[in-house]
């Protein structure tokens, strides 16, 4: 199965989360992050639920924490805490190790994030290359439209407001986050 290192910044907006986690529970490619991936998400997402929803401290805190539990829960084996057994390679930002060799303990074809600068492909261990996040859904769907076109089914359907269909989220996907070719196939196999 196609191996994805996700960072951050790709899991971070919710809507490209909820896509890319939809696409990996149909077993369109297999996930993986760095404990520490996990640990930045959950700090930033309270602070977005505190700044978009005007939620408190701790509620939003907590709500943080169960949506990485929820993630930990629904991807056994996506954690990969073995990544700082991988020998530093002079990122630009040292920071973004753990992404690398989370990358590297898995097998990940690709590291799907929106920080292109930092992993420059001079650094990048063999075939691994980085990706975009609406690139690499583009390619995903591209891959397998059926399975993609289903996750996006599923996914409308858990959406809190039932008056948004799958055509609107593919909208949004559009709009958002830049999906182009993947939103014209999913339109297709709607």
């Given at each position: ?188 196999w709607l």
């Open positions: 199965m196609y191996v994805a290192a996700l960072d951050t910044n790709v899991l971070w907006p919710s809507l490209q989360r909820d896509f890319l986690l939809s696409l990996a529970v149909t077993n369109v490619f297999r996930p993986v992050w760095s404990d520490v991936t996990l640990e930045e998400l959950e700090r930033h997402e309270a602070i977005k639920l505190m700044r978009r929803h005007a939620l408190g401290s701790s509620e939003a805190a907590e709500r943080a924490a169960r949506l990485v539990v929820r993630m930990r829960s629904a991807f056994e084996g996506a954690t990969i805490e073995t990544w700082d057994r991988v020998k530093p390679v002079g990122l630009p930002d040292p920071n973004d190790e753990h992404v690398l060799g989370a990358a590297i303990v898995s097998g990940a074809e690709v590291i799907v994030t929106e920080n292109h600068k930092d992993f420059p492909i001079t650094l990048l261990p063999g075939p691994l290359r980085a990706q975009g996040g609406a690139d690499f859904i583009d390619e995903m769907v591209l891959a397998q439209p059926s399975e993609a076109s289903e996750a996006l089914r599923e996914m409308s359907r858990r959406r809190i407001d039932p008056a948004i269909s799958p055509s609107d989220v593919i909208d949004l996907l559009e709009v958002r986050y830049g999906l182009h070719e993947g939103a014209d196939v999913l339109r297709r």
